[in-house]
Every structure is written in structure tokens, then in C-alpha cells.
């Protein structure tokens, strides 16, 4: 059975939406970017359907500012307050005694550095937003995989003598691979500072999505030798950033059905 709700953070009323079942271990979907709780192509809410079919109740929420919440949009690096409230709200609403959290890519990172404050009992994480912006450009890993893709590739070479590649965007793009491997920075710092003393957590990657493979990148540094050690991480053959293809959606609801069934 699926309801709308709102609930109240630091003066402000968010709206958020329960999808009921009848197990005490839940699901709390936080949405990355400024994206409403029904997620990119209705993808989270579909999900939240699937996964309280299985038996496993699920809260969506939209967080300050965004959707249909009231307030300022803080960005997800301050939504600590609003993630706390709606997994206190599931607590109320539903009695789930224990609660994993799933977010893509800065919800991710949200949920990483907010789950204690939450009292989340796992984490599942989606292609983390984990690397510094350098202006436009994607990261420095996704460009030098898009290049070595174009190396190989007879159409580029053909579209590159026609003319038909921007020489200035192709220069700073080089430039940048030329600078190196992109290097931790304070956020994937503070993700990883974290994740230490963090409850069993489970990072899931697209290999062809340009945010893990910056993730993967800064991921291997060896500053982050024995946090590899605790935190699991599975991979996705597939480009997709938000697993709104068939198969990708399958392949995630399998790993969030798995993550319930090992937390409870």
C-alpha cells in the first residue's frame, strides 16, 4: 500500500512517501542531485514498489527545497538534519527496527557522511559522488576512458579528419589526462573518514558511468588500502548512472533485496 506524508525538519515540512509492507527491516531511498523521491524516469519509485512487494517497507523523501518540500535547498553536503528526520519519521510510521539506506551518486555520499546521525543499520551506495569539480570537464578518469575508447575506434578517427571534433575541448580534455590521476580531494576524504568506523556498507559501481569511474579512481589510491579491506564493492557492466534500463534495475533491486535479507 503505498501513501504520501509529510513530516517536519527544522521548521520546514517535507513530503515524503511510504511504500508499506509488513517486515521491520526497511529501506529509506535518499535521491541524489535536486531530483524529486520518484527518482530519474520514476526509477526509485518503481523500486520502492518491487522492493515492498518482496515484504520490505520503503520511505522516499524529498529534502529542503527540493520536490514538493518547503524551504532552502541546502545541497546534499548539508541534508544531514533532513535524512535524520525522515528515518525518524519510518521509525514512527511504520516500526522498522532497523533501516538500510540506498542513494546514487551525491545521495550516496550523503547518506555516507550522515547514516550515525540517522541511526541507519547499512549502507548501500551507488556511484558516489566523490571528486572535486575541475570546471566543465568531466573527471580526469572518465576522460582518459573516453579517449582510449576513441583511440580504437575507426568512426573517430574518421570524425576527427572531417572536422567534426572541437580542437579547443580536445586540448583541455588532453591537458588534463596529461596532469595525472585525479587525486583524493577534501569530500572523498571526508567520505572515507566516514565509512571507518561506518555499519556494514556496500558500494555499487557502473563501470561505464563517468561518476564511478572517477569514484573507482580515487577509490584505488593507497590511502584507502584498509577501508577497501571492510567496505564490499560490486560492479555493473553498463553506462547507466541511475539503472534505469531493465536489465540495470534488475541487477540493482537484486543487490537492495540482498542487503535487507543480510540486515535483518
Known amino acids: 500500500m503505498r501513501r504520501s506524508l509529510t513530516f517536519a525538519c527544522a521548521g520546514e515540512t517535507l513530503f515524503g512517501t511510504l511504500d508499506d509492507a509488513p517486515g521491520r527491516t526497511g529501506l529509506l531511498i535518499v535521491s541524489g542531485g535536486n531530483e524529486p523521491r520518484f527518482g530519474p524516469v520514476r526509477g526509485q519509485a518503481i523500486l520502492a514498489a518491487s522492493v515492498a512487494d518482496a515484504g520490505y517497507p520503503v520511505f522516499r523523501f524529498d529534502r529542503r527545497g527540493v520536490g514538493d518540500s518547503t524551504g532552502e535547498n541546502r545541497g546534499f553536503l548539508r541534508s544531514g538534519d533532513d535524512i535524520a528526520a525522515a528515518a525518524a519519521t519510518f521509525r514512527a510510521e511504520t516500526g522498522v527496527t532497523r533501516i538500510v539506506g540506498f542513494g546514487n551518486c551525491d545521495a550516496a ?37 573516453r579517449y582510449a575508447a576513441r583511440l580504437v575506434s575507426p568512426q573517430q578517427w574518421w570524425r576527427a579528419l572531417r572536422g567534426g571534433i572541437d580542437p579547443r575541448k580536445a586540448a583541455r580534455g ?91
Do not use: C, M, Y
Open 109 to 145: 555520499t550523503a547518506l555516507a557522511l550522515w547514516h550515525r546521525q540517522a541511526g541507519i543499520a547499512t549502507l548501500l551506495l551507488a556511484n558516489p559522488w566523490a571528486v572535486e569539480p575541475d570546471g566543465d570537464l568531466p573527471p580526469t578518469a572518465a576522460i582518459r576512458a
Open 174 to 264: 588532453i591537458a588534463a589526462v596529461l596532469r595525472g590521476s585525479t587525486r583524493p580531494g577534501t569530500l572523498v576524504l571526508r567520505f572515507s573518514e566516514a565509512l571507518k568506523q561506518a555499519v556494514p556498507t556496500t558500494i555499487l559501481l557502473a563501470n561505464g558511468d563517468n561518476t564511478a569511474l572517477a569514484f573507482s579512481e580515487v577509490w584505488g589510491h593507497r590511502d584507502f588500502a584498509s577501508l577497501r579491506r571492510s567496505v564490499g564493492l560490486l560492479r555493473l557492466d553498463s553506462n547507466g548512472h541511475s539503472f534505469t534500463a531493465p536489465a540495470d534495475a534488475f541487477w540493482l533491486r537484486r543487490r537492495v533485496l540482498e542487503a535487507l535479507a543480510s540486515t535483518g
